[in-house]
């Protein structure tokens, strides 16, 4: 795999889930409207904020670390497609069986698709023969 092109991916990721991390961390309040799911207690917030926001906020920082160091690079890039493959599948997976396809959902479920595909066709490239 191309040195370079591996960074990219784990950058563009880093960035992706450090910001929306962020966002869930602060104020998940937005985020829930926009996916149209209901606040109804201050425990389901918490949660909320804990779970999305830490999450994508340790995931943002696994994708950092690992596009800075040479040999966490294949590491990083599994732990990529792998996230973005379960949450792609799992999604592509209700999405059908409860027959819903708004917007938002093909949006979030275009970015995981893209971005499984992408660390799964940089990784099958082999070894990481340039920088």
Same mark, same amino acid.
Do not use: C, K
């Given at each position: 795999?191309?040195?370079?092109?591996?960074?990219?991916?784990?950058?563009?990721?880093?960035?992706?889930?450090?910001?929306?991390?962020?966002?869930?961390?602060?104020?998940?309040?937005?985020?829930?409207?926009?996916?149209?799911?209901?606040?109804?207690?201050?425990?389901?917030?918490?949660?909320?904020?804990?779970?999305?926001?830490?999450?994508?906020?340790?995931?943002?920082?696994?994708?950092?670390?690992?596009?800075?160091?040479?040999?966490?690079? %294949?590491?990083?890039?599994?732990?990529?497609?792998?996230?973005?493959?379960?949450?792609?599948?799992?999604?592509?997976?209700?999405?059908?069986?409860?027959?819903?396809?708004?917007?938002?959902?093909?949006?979030?479920?275009?970015?995981?698709?893209?971005?499984?595909?992408?660390?799964?066709?940089?990784?099958?490239?082999?070894?990481?023969? %340039?920088?």
């Amino acid at each position: 795999m191309n040195v370079w092109i591996a960074r990219t991916w784990l950058v563009v990721s880093a960035g992706l889930h450090l910001y929306f991390g962020a966002l869930f961390a602060i104020d998940a309040t937005p985020m829930l409207a926009g996916l149209a799911i209901a606040q109804t207690e201050p425990s389901g917030l918490i949660e909320m904020r804990a779970f999305y926001g830490g999450l994508m906020l340790a995931l943002g920082a696994l994708f950092a670390a690992a596009a800075l160091r040479r040999e966490w690079l %294949r590491a990083g890039l599994v732990l990529m497609t792998v996230t973005y493959f379960g949450a792609a599948s799992v999604r592509a997976t209700w999405m059908l069986i409860d027959g819903v396809s708004d917007d938002w959902l093909v949006r979030i479920l275009s970015i995981e698709a893209g971005g499984a595909l992408a660390g799964a066709l940089s990784l099958a490239r082999g070894g990481l023969s %340039r920088d």
